[in-house]
């Protein structure tokens, strides 16, 4: 059962080839949203049938103050080349002050993953309110061109 | 074993026509733990819900995927079709392939892709779910409402006559709010104490309403449902019961010059034991012991408690904390007037004559200190020539309230009014810089003022009001006309703006509900939830959100009840199961989760040994007041607390799916 596990995954892996090929050139951006400002923002951008980057994964969650900073150093590990997290607005939290719990994190979050040898500029914060489509579309684009623009991005873990 | 089924909608072509559907589903059949993949045209109609039905039960499937549309779409609906098959509702993920691939992305390779990814994020997810009970709170089917204005007034009101218990606490000696101070409201010009008065009484004598005056409140614990108010009850030195209201202390006493009396805004003075007003509600008089004699010359004078027939002033009464338990609160604590003092340039405080609108009401009402008769503060006499200043306090960055006050254009229109109505051939000016006059019959209202009573409106600020040779003498900009305007006023009434009660952020702490930079009560959502506050079980009602006039203070007053009674209408409240929860074998007890918990959902519980031994202090997390934000987990070191749904576990599954 295990092996037929493995062979299955390796099936899956195969087939969506032509994707993974494009890989070098194409970064993967995992982004961790809240569910109730950021998530409903980048649906609005769906439909407003606005146009963005098709490079990154939504992962939502109740609130930023959910975001295990463990979450973007997996990330990382799994390959991802970016990391977006975003949430409501100071002020505006769901959840009164998870955003600022979230806020918090990051700054202190920073060092260490410099010390992980990760140029912290590939991780990105944004507050995005369930009104901003475009400002989500605006975050993914810059975000992205950014990523791409990085040097080392073949091997995140190498900053000198 | 993880059986899954996973179904891809193609919504018509919003999703067809961009990703290749037919690959996503054979691409899911391959991940595994998915036994049957397909797509379908419309997941949501009836034959696709059908269809989502039949696999759960013909696949006897333990959880469910649909690529599909948002979740904040559909989610409820697939949700409940589980329930119906017996399948935990929480097994039943969705991987948003419409509004954040389809119609996002234009390149359908790269689509697909990504649609594929996002649906196999969701499949691992699903696996790693647990089964989710939602959560019944039981209710405690009493409200207590804090103020007792319009609103709050309003909101026992209703709640009362739809049969349950209220509590009604009022920090000042009467109910009544701002809106007895009032003289004629806009736009009919019905007398204001004669439509408040009855609310009042009725209040006060409706056998649901427990009124508490002269009272505020001092704690507040617990959560929807199950709330523990305590109410200090302060000590008004009568015995209530006996009193009677005969009016015989207070006229007894001798400190009848020198205190000013607030409801008449400092126009009048009052005595130190006092009724705020002849119709207060109730009509018991409260010894205000910051100037009474008796209390500050060593208990000398008692001349009210001599006159008193009934002898029920008792010097010596101290205030009582009442302890409650209710289900339900309503915020109506109501609003404050802009301090004029800080536009210097119109000389409120240093001319006698220039008085606020509130002020102005009381000048003509027919109980305010001049017995409805308008005459100046400074000698008496009737004005002929009064120059009424709007946006006092409002709209203005400057001095912190951009804000529009919204009843200030319509207040002022009625006093231009009035004052034509008691002064004949009097004169009127106002200096505006918008009218705003929306609701019905508002404008109307603003033009006859203009056109009928002859009040000349003037589109401009004024720069500075000085004294001369008894008048006030009036500069100002026409800025439509462009000319400089001066004029000799006998009066100026500055239409001050609103600002939220002195303390309504400390009550806001209390309440544990949020408020804006202002200080006014912030709704769950300004649009579809107005009526409730952030904190499930608390509700808002009038000035205490923001500027809105009476019909609108009425208004939010009967949706919070309605609320309310809502709310009240089942025997127990449901929670989302999606809340957080400890593994109280590993928690070690450090309290790092209490403290980044905004809700106070976390407590202490001790874990004990068969013979009673405290083992060991865990944290526990009240249902009722979980939220599940997750906060919790993050500020947990030994990993011991986690959010149903969203669990750690979960999230990794979903990062490692996307390994590339």
Redesign the interface.
Known sequence: MENNNTEKNQNFSDNSNKGITAQNKEPRIIAFVCNWCTYNGADLAGTSRMKYADNVRVIKLPCTGRIDPLFVVEAFKKGAKGVLVSGCHPGDCHYTSGNYHSRRKYTAFRDLLSYLGVDISRVEFSWISASEGNKWVSVINDFTNKIKSLPNNSDIFSKK | MARIGVFVCWCGSNIAGTVDVKRVAE?AA???GVVEAIDYKYMCSDPGQNAFRNMIKDKNLTGVVLAAC???MHENTFRKAAIKEGLNPYFVEIA?I???VS?????K???T??A???LK?MVEKVKRNKPIEDVRVPLTKKALVIGGGISGIQAALDIANGGVEVILVEKEPSIGGKMIQLDETFPTLDCSSCIMTPKMVEAYQHPNIKLYTYSELEDVSGYIGNFNVKIRKKARSIVEKDCTGCGDCWNACPMHKNVKSEFNVNLSERTAIYVPFPQAVPLIPVIDRSVCLHYKKGGKCQKCYDACGPKCINFDLQDEIIEEKVGAIVAATGYDLMENSLYGEYGYGQFKDVVSGLQFERLLSASGPTEGVIKRPSDGKTPETIVFIQCVGSRDPEKGVPYCSKVCCMYTAKHAKLFAHKVHGSQSYVFYIDIRATSKGYEEFVRSTMENDGAIYLRGRVSKIYENGGKLIVKGADTLSGNQVEIAADMVVLATGVIPKKGSDKMAQMLGI?Y??YGFYTESHPKLRPAES?TAGIYLAGMAQGPRDIPESVVSGSAAASKILGLFSKSEYEVEG?IASVNKTTCVGCFYCQR?C??SAISKEEVKDRSGNVLKVVANVNSGLC?????C???CFSKSID?RG?M?EQ??A???S???
């Open positions: 691409e391959k991940i595994p948002s979740p904040h948003n419409r509004e954040q119609w996002v992305h234009e390149d390779e790269k689509a892709e990504k594929i990814d996002l994020m949020s804006d930079k952030s999606t980044v905004a809700y939220t599940g934000c997750g906060a987990v993050n500020a959010v969203f750690d999230i990794f979903e990062i490692k996307l390994a590339v």
